[in-house]
């Protein structure tokens, strides 16, 4: 593979409420067994991308733990490695990144000293999975500058996205960034495949205007002077923007068409290792329609919900469409309906933790009921 | 280079022959064990739990399994550019290859290996064994004893003592007297196969054994010619869950009996964890279909049907309308819809067709290995398959590729065997 990856993990997720209160939304646990960041990488190692610069600043701590070896993604060779790069304090002007492009300008070293031709740019809390190689290919093809992976989603609001208007030949004839009115229901994935020495010239005549945004400043204001191309991707695709949809891409893994696409097509998807014991069904407990991890331990009644690893569920509970996460206990008779339990919650016995489909009850991480 | 105080031999070379198909293509250590486990995994974890970060792995019987499980040791943490974990298979040197002949033997063979790293003790470990030990603190033990050799041994109920290496000691622990197998057991102290030697002596003993025995054992001729010598061996008695899984019951009781509530030998530990090699499956997944009951369920199944009493490896698929009681169900196994399972193990990789049925008859002892499948249990190999609507009996073993001509009026009664010798 001739490509470097860069993951984006700067930006905060205020909409995510309390669950990002404490970590970078990059390392939200997803799925039961994963950080959301695990699919970014995943989809990197098995493209054949080798060396990826992980690129953060809030709340860095989780990740940097989840990332601190990089064997896991298969990743750590004597020419490989995941670099997790947080800012720098340089000058008073570098406490932070301002924006996608300012961020990899303030790490250009490493995009100067790689050897790789091209340059893939991924978000870091998106779920899917994409082949680089088919992606890389099509920007050959098209002897593109600038290769924009998208989706059509009519469903969505594309409000809050940037979307891409196209030629029939693919090529980008207009990008807007949250467009007030949109005219496309083509929507970015922020996924951006570029040649490296194209990619330094950008960001350094950016730096040099004092311009920060790879939306902006690059896609929209370069559309015409460069060769600009979308690639359509008609895979599954979430990304964490908020808490309903991080409830709502939990219950996604229970659709078996969707874990095939996400766990078996392609390949397993990587993570650190943990080690837990296989899940432990008690006599009489109730198990439906659900996902459960290493390390549960089940003597009450679980449907439709998402079980992280190592969590304990007392007899005569009810959980019912709930996502929780890693270590939590549930006490004896307590109800947990359309729910989201942060990791190490407490549950007491005989408790109702109940939200509606329409306003997901959260509660965070080490709270005791 | 840096000195190593105390390196773990770990003897992974054994068939197991008395777990029968479970073994044809698997040696013993490789076996897989609650679940999502392989045997061996519980004395390397304990190496690495006891801060040993030195083992060699002797391999022999069918090793294919159980090296490409250990690959470097990544699980373990054992990927280590000084020690870690070393393959140590049977070898060719000047124009003759030899095999390991005896468990001395295997060591003397590797005796090189050892002096490579200079260590002060070696810790002698069987790779057929379930337990969690500290051995740490043995190793001060051995120390505070001023032993040449310590033995790990575990009390055995007194009726059973004749089965079983029994070290016989004074009341400071010291062995006066090692009996293989004794008709009248005057103690029930029994090896459990786990030696701490301090190298010098060994490694002369083993050099001067090789010459007397070339089928050098532990227990036949080190331990005895050590105490000819008068050197003082210690018994280490070891008073926690120790399982040497001999027997096919034996096997499938030790595995049901992690399914109880507070079960006596625990995995749900963080303090001693047991590490494996099958971290990256899918999370299970549990459907509307199914019912689950008493049992352990591994990551990657994927889980239609209904499951009482039992224990499900990693990637395992149970289909709809199934029924799987008191069963145990390898790695990467498909059942198909309708089967019905009891009391049965279905070894890794297999397929069993749709509406089969197993474990269904009368209990009579199998035929061709009557000292194999003898207690109800009927096993599956490894790689094996099974055809649609067929029904099997109680003490049957089935490995291959079996077709319906194999079956004779769709059904094969209790005791009977269908091995196939599998084509490349």
């Known amino acids: 593979m001739k490509a470097v990856g860069i993951i984006l993990a700067g930006t905060k997720k205020s909409r995510l409420e309390v669950l990002a209160s404490h970590r970078n939304s990059a390392a939200m646990p997803v799925g039961g067994s994963?950080?959301?960041?695990?699919?970014?990488?995943?989809?990197?190692?098995?493209?054949?991308?080798?060396?990826?610069?992980?690129?953060?600043?809030?709340?860095?701590?989780?990740?940097?733990?989840?990332?601190?070896?990089?064997?896991?993604?298969?990743?750590?060779?004597?020419?490989?490695?995941?670099?997790?790069?947080?800012?720098?304090?340089?000058?008073?002007?570098?406490?932070?990144?301002?924006?996608?492009?300012?961020?990899?300008?303030?790490?250009?070293?490493?995009?100067?000293?790689?050897?790789?031709?091209?340059?893939?740019?991924?978000?870091?809390?998106?779920?899917?999975?994409?082949?680089?190689?088919?992606?890389?290919?099509?920007?050959?093809?098209?002897?593109?500058?600038?290769?924009?992976?998208?989706?059509?989603?009519?469903?969505?609001?594309?409000?809050?996205?940037?979307?891409?208007?196209?030629?029939?030949?693919?090529?980008?004839?207009?990008?807007?960034?949250?467009?007030l009115e949109p005219q496309t229901t083509n929507i970015s994935l922020g996924i951006y495949v570029i040649a490296r020495e194209l990619l330094i010239k950008l960001l350094e005549d950016l730096a040099n205007e004092g311009r920060t945004s790879i939306a902006d400043d690059i896609i929209t204001r370069y559309r015409k002077k460069l060769r600009i191309y979308g690639y359509k991707f008609e895979g599954y695709w979430q990304a964490l923007k908020d808490i309903d949809?991080?409830?709502?891409?939990?219950?996604?893994?229970?659709?078996?068409?969707?874990?095939?696409?996400?766990?078996?097509?392609?390949?397993?998807?990587?993570?650190?290792?943990?080690?837990?014991?296989?899940?432990?069904?008690?006599?009489?407990?109730?198990?439906?329609?659900?996902?459960?991890?290493?390390?549960?331990?089940?003597?009450?009644?679980?449907?439709?919900?998402?079980?992280?690893?190592?969590?304990?569920?007392?007899?005569?509970?009810?959980?019912?469409?709930?996502?929780?996460?890693?270590?939590?206990?549930?006490?004896?008779?307590?109800?947990?309906?359309?729910?989201?339990?942060?990791?190490?919650?407490?549950?007491?016995?005989?408790?109702?933790?109940?939200?509606?489909?329409?306003?997901?009850?959260?509660?965070?991480?080490?709270?005791?009921? | 280079m840096q000195k190593k105080?105390?390196?773990?031999?770990?003897?992974?070379?054994?068939?197991?022959?008395?777990?029968?198909?479970?073994?044809?293509?698997?040696?013993?250590?490789?076996?897989?064990?609650?679940?999502?486990?392989?045997?061996?995994?519980f004395p390397l974890s304990n190496c690495v739990n006891s801060g040993i970060d030195t083992v060699g792995v002797l391999t022999q019987y069918e090793p294919l399994t159980l090296t490409k499980?250990?690959?470097?040791?990544?699980?373990?943490?054992?990927?280590?550019?000084?020690?870690?974990?070393?393959?140590?298979?049977?070898?060719?040197?000047?124009?003759?290859?030899?095999?390991?002949?005896?468990?001395?033997?295997?060591?003397?063979?590797?005796?090189?290996?050892?002096?490579?790293?200079?260590?002060?003790?070696?810790?002698?470990?069987?790779?057929?064994?379930?337990?969690?030990?500290?051995?740490?603190q043995m190793l001060n033990y051995h120390k505070q004893k001023g032993a040449t050799a310590t033995i790990g041994v575990i009390e055995v109920p007194m009726e059973e003592a004749s089965q079983f290496g029994i070290m016989n000691t004074d009341s400071d622990l010291k062995v006066i007297e090692f009996e293989e197998k004794p008709a009248q057991p005057k103690s029930n102290f029994a090896s459990m196969g786990i030696y701490i030697f301090n190298w010098k002596t060994l490694r002369k003993s083993l050099v001067e054994d090789k010459e007397i025995h070339p089928d050098s054992d532990f227990g036949k001729h080190i331990i005895p010619s050590l105490l000819n010598a008068g050197e003082p061996l210690f018994a280490y008695p070891f008073k926690s869950y120790w399982k040497d899984i001999g027997t096919i019951e034996a096997y499938w009781k030790a595995n049901m009996e992690l399914a109880y509530v507070v079960p006596e030998f625990n995995l749900y530990d963080d303090y001693w964890s047991i590490y494996t090699n099958s971290d990256n499956f899918a999370p299970q997944f549990i459907s509307n279909t199914a019912n689950v009951s008493h049992s352990l369920i591994s990551k990657g199944c994927e889980i239609e049907g209904e499951i009482y009493n039992s224990i499900i490896s990693p990637n395992v698929r149970i289909e709809k309308g199934c029924v799987i009681k008191d069963s145990i169900i390898m790695q990467g196994t498909i059942i198909k819809s309708g089967s019905i399972l009891d009391k049965c193990i279905v070894s890794e990789n297999s397929v069993i067709g749709d509406n089969v049925r197993i474990g269904h008859g009368e209990d009579i002892h199998n035929h061709d290995k009557p000292h194999v499948y003898n207690s109800g249990i009927s096993v599956i190999g490894a790689y094996t398959t099974i055809p649609d609507n067929?029904?099997?009996?109680?003490?049957?073993?089935?490995?291959?590729?079996?077709?319906?001509?194999?079956?004779?009026?769709g059904y094969l009664p209790s005791g009977n065997s269908v091995v196939l010798k599998g084509g490349i």
């Open chain 2, 390 to 409: 067929v029904g099997i009996g109680k003490n049957c073993e089935i490995v291959g590729n079996t077709t319906h001509e194999h079956y004779p009026n």
């Open chain 2, 5 to 41: 105080e105390m390196i773990a031999m770990l003897l992974a070379g054994g068939q197991g022959s008395r777990l029968g198909a479970l073994t044809t293509q698997i040696a013993k250590p490789a076996v897989m064990f609650g679940g999502k486990y392989r045997i061996i995994d």
């Open chain 1, 34 to 179: 994963y950080r959301v960041i695990d699919f970014a990488l995943t989809n990197f190692s098995y493209s054949g991308v080798k060396t990826i610069a992980l690129i953060s600043q809030y709340n860095t701590r989780s990740l940097a733990d989840h990332v601190s070896s990089s064997k896991w993604w298969n990743l750590g060779r004597k020419n490989s490695g995941i670099y997790l790069f947080t800012p720098d304090m340089l000058n008073s002007d570098t406490l932070s990144f301002k924006g996608t492009a300012d961020a990899i300008y303030q790490n250009i070293e490493f995009l100067k000293k790689s050897s790789e031709k091209y340059v893939i740019i991924s978000p870091s809390d998106h779920i899917m999975r994409i082949d680089y190689r088919e992606v890389l290919k099509y920007h050959v093809e098209k002897k593109a500058d600038i290769t924009v992976v998208y989706k059509n989603m009519p469903e969505i609001d594309a409000r809050n996205y940037g979307t891409l208007e196209l030629d029939e030949q693919y090529r980008l004839t207009d990008f807007e960034e949250k467009p």
């Open chain 1, 245 to 369: 949809s991080l409830y709502a891409t939990n219950l996604d893994f229970l659709n078996p068409d969707m874990r095939d696409e996400i766990f078996e097509k392609y390949s397993y998807v990587l993570t650190k290792a943990k080690d837990d014991p296989p899940v432990k069904y008690s006599q009489g407990c109730n198990v439906k329609n659900s996902i459960l991890n290493g390390g549960d331990v089940i003597n009450g009644t679980v449907h439709d919900s998402v079980l992280s690893r190592k969590v304990f569920i007392g007899e005569g509970s009810y959980i019912k469409n709930a996502i929780i996460m890693e270590g939590c206990t549930i006490g004896k008779g307590t109800v947990v309906e359309n729910a989201i339990l942060d990791k190490s919650v407490t549950i007491g016995d005989g408790k109702q933790i109940i939200g509606t489909p329409d306003n997901i009850k959260v509660i965070p991480k080490g709270q005791i009921i």
């Open chain 2, 69 to 136: 499980h250990i690959g470097i040791g990544i699980p373990w943490d054992l990927d280590l550019t000084h020690g870690g974990v070393t393959i140590l298979s049977p070898f060719v040197t000047g124009k003759q290859g030899e095999w390991y002949s005896g468990t001395a033997n295997a060591i003397y063979q590797n005796i090189r290996y050892i002096d490579s790293y200079n260590p002060e003790y070696v810790l002698v470990l069987s790779g057929d064994h379930v337990y969690k030990m500290d051995y740490a």
